[in-house]
């Protein structure tokens, strides 16, 4: 039972996080049909913009983790003009292998900037776990938890309260009709894009301090991402986060009662009996129309 | 106001229009006519800017728009309300309003209106707060032209307004065109029921496979014997 708890909340610390990248992911899938493949980049790119700033620049926590996360939102930014938008018209297929060979530059320059010696990223919070009767939990996990639920609720207020979010989603379901309604839709495909890279940056910059940093962080990430995104169904965003908090889950107790060599194959076996069962995933997106 | 000069435009290879030219003058209400292919929405599109005319020129009292994004051309004053009804299914009826009225900044107006097409349509604001795709088929196409309208438009234009409809809400929808007209705002109607459109137009263009073929008052085109062979099936006024 004690032992039950402690997953609990290891697991739920771990499916914000994911929950974080699955809703990048499924938003840019959503509203540009494009799969995109630099999404684990983006996470190692906020781990390590989150390391240069807090290692080697000396600043503030928290306010390297915010500075990460713009950055990131930057990188979107500039992968969006630089690649997508210029292919706007070209076929799925194209757009998939440019995303690749875009994952591979930002991999090797990774590889190149930093070298291949993982780094640690120092922390502020006391080492000492918080213990909460049979639980107990670091600080920093804690932190982690908080900024990801924080950030997960202001993006759905977002796209819930705002103009902003109204059109975004009037674009999600009709992005014709959207455009006669005045919305830029290149805009928002742009903006859409740096949004859900600064979401994996947040999540590389929260992550990067409980684990470590290397180049090749983000393929595992990556993969887990389109898992988590398949699993809750493709460009839905509730499905997004149900999905990576059950990906969380399962790896943290597949690991604790289970094996725990084996943590990161019970989560892809998730999405194999998911899809075997459910196809459309566990809240299918709502469907495009027109 | 709003002239079509020598229009041509296509999707891809196929051209949709050939050097189309037509005239709405302000306070109108203009209606095209023909069968399905025969370039009607492709004007329209044409015109709020989602397809780029390959040749030929329109403008929007007395400036060219032609080329310009539908962004542009809405803030202008044309509002396009599309075939289909394209409202959007999971917003709700509330955010499809406000929807239509995203390029306004004037907020105090935009609750104004909004307050006036719940007035005017007691069923939406009944159901302000409902996913609009679980209304019924009437009820989206009143959303569609409520929508539209919350532009403030000089000019609205309909794309088949009545497709799809039980012929009660038909009429219903036409009376709402005529109504709409008659508070001051310009009408460009794409209709198949020519019957109906040419009843209620002051002008008709008569479309085929892309080309103007006839136009002329709504009364003369009823009379046409071509224009009642071809479109009306003969049938009794």
């Not at chain 1, 929950?19 to 999404?39: Q, S, Y």
């Not at chain 2, 309003?97 to 007691?122: I, K, S, T």
Request: hydrophobic content about 55%; proline content about 4%.
């Amino acid at each position: 039972m004690d032992q039950t708890l402690q997953h609990l909340v290891n697991g739920t610390v771990l499916g914000g996080t994911y929950a974080l990248l699955g809703i990048g992911l499924t938003l840019v899938f959503g509203i540009m049909r494009v799969v995109n493949f630099t999404h684990g980049e983006l996470y190692t790119f906020g781990a390590y913009m989150a390391y240069a700033l807090v290692a080697l620049l000396q600043l503030d926590f928290i306010l390297s983790l915010v500075l990460a996360t713009v950055l990131g939102i930057g990188l979107g930014a500039a992968i969006e003009l630089l690649l997508l938008r210029p292919m706007r018209r070209a076929d799925i297929d194209s757009v998939m292998l440019v995303m690749i060979g875009a994952a591979l530059v930002l991999q090797n320059a990774e590889m190149w900037a930093w070298g291949g010696v993982a780094k640690l990223i120092p922390n502020p919070f006391p080492g000492e776990p918080l213990v909460l009767g049979p639980v107990s939990v670091l600080p920093l996990r804690l932190f982690v938890l908080a900024v990801a639920a924080a950030l997960l609720l202001g993006f759905w207020l977002l796209l819930d309260r705002t103009r902003f979010g109204v059109a975004m989603r009037a674009t999600f379901q009709d992005p014709e009709t959207a455009a006669l309604m005045g919305v830029r839709i290149g805009w928002v495909n742009t903006a859409t894009f740096a949004l859900g890279s600064g979401l994996a940056a947040a999540a590389g910059a929260l992550l990067g301090p409980v684990f470590i940093v290397s180049p090749t962080m983000g393929d595992l990430v990556g993969l887990k991402a389109f898992a988590i995104v398949i699993l809750g169904g493709l460009g839905s965003l509730p499905g997004a986060t149900i999905g990576g908090f059950a990906l969380g889950y399962v790896e943290e107790f597949a690991g604790g009662f289970v094996s725990t060599e084996y943590r990161d194959a019970f989560g892809f076996l998730l999405i194999i009996l998911v899809l075997a069962l459910r196809p459309q995933g566990l809240v299918p997106a709502k469907e495009r129309i027109g | 106001m709003l002239r079509l000069e020598a229009v041509s435009a296509g999707y891809g290879r196929i051209a949709a229009l050939k050097a189309v030219s037509l005239e709405v003058r302000e306070g109108e209400l203009v209606c095209l006519i023909g069968a399905n292919g025969a370039g009607k929405s492709t004007t329209l599109r044409a015109i709020s800017g989602l397809l780029a005319p390959g040749a030929g020129r329109i403008t929007w009292q007395g400036e060219t728009i032609s080329g310009l994004a539908p962004r542009e051309v809405l803030a202008r004053g044309i509002a396009h309300c599309p075939e289909g009804r394209r409202i959007f299914p999971h917003l709700t009826v509330r955010e499809n309003l406000e929807m239509g009225a995203l390029l306004r900044r004037d907020r105090a107006a935009v609750a104004r209106d909004l307050a006036a097409m719940h007035d005017r349509f007691p069923r939406l604001a009944e159901r302000s707060r409902q996913a609009a795709g679980t209304l019924s088929g009437g009820e989206q196409q009143m959303l569609a032209i409520a929508r539209a309208l919350m532009s403030r438009p000089k000019l609205v234009m309909f794309d088949e307004p009545s497709l799809g409809l039980a012929p009660s809400l038909v009429d219903a929808v036409f009376a709402l065109v005529a109504e709409i007209r008659a508070a001051g705002t310009t009408v460009l109607m794409v209709e198949q029921n020519a019957m109906a459109a040419l009843r209620l137009a002051d002008r008709a263009y008569l479309l085929e496979t892309g080309q103007v073929v006839t136009q002329g008052t709504g009364a003369a085109l009823l009379a046409s014997p071509a224009v009642r062979d071809a479109y009306l099936g003969g049938a009794t006024a």
